[in-house]
């Protein structure tokens, strides 16, 4: 299937649940004075995707990242990568709202945000072979097994990733859930456009910032695995 027929088919089943989280006044401040600026409303646009240029004013590598939490690491990577820029994709208010001001406290140029669902997003608004990678950092375990047709990374998302990113960019995926890395492994090794960096599992790239939660969960035992994958 070539990169201008491969679509993601209509959602069906989600990997996410809208939560009613508490917004805070900075974080409703934010959204409110950032908000327009920062914000894209999501909008279907075809295959050939948004004027991603246009929204950043320049052309350079782009970076989508998939379910972004509360922005820290998305604002630490923006922060330390200026060349490069980052759609962060959430659909959380609370998580919007912490990262806009993540970004006004940075000043951070290279960050905008689509409050919407990342596979309609990939589907609608990114034209093919148009990412240098896409960031899949902690999605939700879905620990129960009649919940895992809900776990993000699954056959028809990596496919739609794959489709989108240029030769030689980069699907970096991590989870905290052993039996999650295990699906995640055996999902993007079936995908014959991505080539594995590592043997199974690669070491934590510098480019990705130990989080809190993280350095929690590793004094806890709780590993973690990063998977790096590579679009031939």
């Given at each position: 299937?070539?990169?201008?027929?491969?679509?993601?088919?209509?959602?069906?089943?989600?990997?996410?649940?809208?939560?009613?989280?508490?917004?805070?006044?900075?974080?409703?401040?934010?959204?409110?004075?950032?908000?327009?600026?920062?914000?894209?409303?999501?909008?279907?646009?075809?295959?050939?995707?948004?004027?991603?240029?246009?929204?950043?004013?320049?052309?350079?590598?782009?970076?989508?990242?998939?379910?972004?939490?509360?922005?820290?690491?998305?604002?630490?990577?923006?922060?330390?990568?200026?060349?490069?820029?980052?759609?962060?994709?959430?659909?959380?208010?609370?998580?919007?709202?912490?990262?806009?001001?993540?970004?006004?406290?940075?000043?951070?140029?290279?960050?905008?945000?689509?409050?919407h669902d990342a596979v309609e997003v990939l589907r609608d608004m990114v034209a093919p072979q148009s990412l240098a990678?896409?960031?899949?950092?902690?999605?939700?375990?879905?620990?129960?097994?009649?919940?895992?047709?809900?776990?993000?990374?699954?056959?028809?998302?990596?496919?739609?990733?794959?489709?989108?990113?240029?030769?030689?960019?980069?699907?970096?995926?991590?989870?905290?859930?052993?039996?999650?890395?295990?699906?995640?492994?055996?999902?993007?090794?079936?995908?014959?456009?991505?080539?594995?960096?590592?043997?199974a599992y690669a070491p934590r790239p510098p480019s990705r910032p130990l989080s809190k939660f993280e350095?929690?969960?590793?004094?806890?035992?709780?590993?973690?695995?990063?998977?790096?994958?590579?679009?031939?």
């Open positions: 299937m070539s990169d201008r027929e491969t679509t993601a088919p209509r959602r069906g089943v989600r990997s996410f649940v809208l939560r009613t989280g508490r917004t805070t006044t900075g974080q409703s401040r934010a959204l409110a004075e950032l908000g327009p600026r920062l914000i894209v409303p999501y909008a279907a646009q075809g295959v050939q995707g948004f004027d991603w240029d246009a929204t950043f004013g320049r052309r350079a590598p782009r970076v989508l990242e998939i379910g972004f939490g509360m922005g820290e690491a998305t604002a630490q990577i923006a922060a330390a990568a200026p060349e490069r820029d980052f759609i962060a994709v959430e659909v959380h208010t609370p998580g919007v709202g912490a990262l806009l001001l993540r970004v006004e406290q940075a000043a951070l140029g290279n960050v905008r945000i689509v409050q990678a896409v960031h899949v950092f902690f999605p939700d375990p879905w620990h129960k097994k009649r919940h895992h047709k809900r776990r993000l990374v699954q056959p028809a998302l990596v496919e739609l990733v794959a489709s989108r990113l240029e030769p030689g960019g980069v699907l970096h995926c991590a989870t905290d859930w052993e039996p999650y890395a295990e699906q995640m492994l055996e999902v993007l090794g079936a995908c014959p456009l991505l080539q594995n960096t590592a043997a350095a929690r969960g590793l004094r806890l035992g709780h590993g973690v695995r990063d998977l790096v994958f590579r679009r031939s």
